[in-house]
């Protein structure tokens, strides 16, 4: 049975960093990509981050693009997101999501989301 | 960045009708095009990928079609388990730069 669970999220003050992590399990995970999709309180979903299977091809939303850092660590099953000099408008649930296949492909699994809170 | 629009915001239909759900994008996406299903504090579900292929376990009610920059998401008969957000996604561009819809919201006529 495929697994993402992720964890990391919190309530941070704007301007600080906080790191993502998504613990994947039941398939091969260094076969697939690998993304991160936000969805704000009461919004719709944003897709944030993806990155290729060997981490040789990774893209970033225009929103997030200087401020956040995808990575993956195939030898631990994971998947990381570093977020740098947070804003309120980073507040959301954070998914973790498997592509279908190595490169351009839907998500085929989710896992439930860590919260992060971007509060003075 | 290609755009994605969905429309209407909020359709709303009596069981046992059809509803039809629109999706535009900005620039062709080809078929590389999926629609999910995501219901109140769940996950979203990939319902339909490549513009018309159904995912795995997921009902023969549920139907995609089209292909360049115009989308349709076709639920044939509304059961009470389909009232839910749907969102329209591409996955044309490699390195990645995805993006969804706004969403269209089925809710009970």
């Known amino acids: 049975e495929v697994q993402l669970v992720e964890s990391g999220g919190g309530l941070v003050q704007p301007g600080r960093s906080l790191r993502l992590s998504c613990a994947a399990s039941g398939f091969t995970f260094d076969d697939y990509a690998m993304h991160w999709v936000r969805q704000a309180p009461g919004k719709g979903l944003e897709w944030v981050s993806g990155i290729s299977w060997n981490s040789g091809s990774i893209g970033y939303a225009d929103s997030v693009k200087g401020r956040f850092t995808i990575s993956r660590d195939n030898a631990k099953n994971s998947l990381y997101l570093q977020m740098n000099s947070l804003r309120a408008e980073d507040t959301a649930l954070y998914y973790c999501?498997?592509?279908?296949?190595?490169?351009?492909?839907?998500?085929?699994?989710w896992g439930q989301g860590t919260l992060v809170t971007v509060s003075s | 960045e290609i755009v994605m629009t969905q429309s209407p915001a909020t359709l709303s239909v009596s069981p046992g009708e059809r509803a039809t759900l629109s999706c535009r994008a900005s620039q062709s996406v080809s078929s590389n095009l999926a629609w999910y299903q995501q219901k109140p504090g769940q996950a979203p579900r990939l319902l339909i990928y490549?513009?018309?292929t159904r995912a795995t376990g997921i009902p023969a009610r549920f139907s995609g079609s089209g292909s360049g920059t115009e989308f349709t998401l076709t639920i044939s008969s509304l059961q009470s388990e389909d009232f839910a957000v749907y969102y329209c996604?591409?996955?044309?561009?490699?390195?990645?730069?995805?993006?969804f819809g706004g969403g269209t919201k089925v809710e009970i006529k």
């Open positions: 996604q591409q996955y044309n561009n490699w390195p990645p730069r995805l993006t």
């Open positions: 999501a498997k592509g279908r296949w190595a490169a351009a492909a839907p998500f085929d699994y």
């Open positions: 490549g513009a018309s």
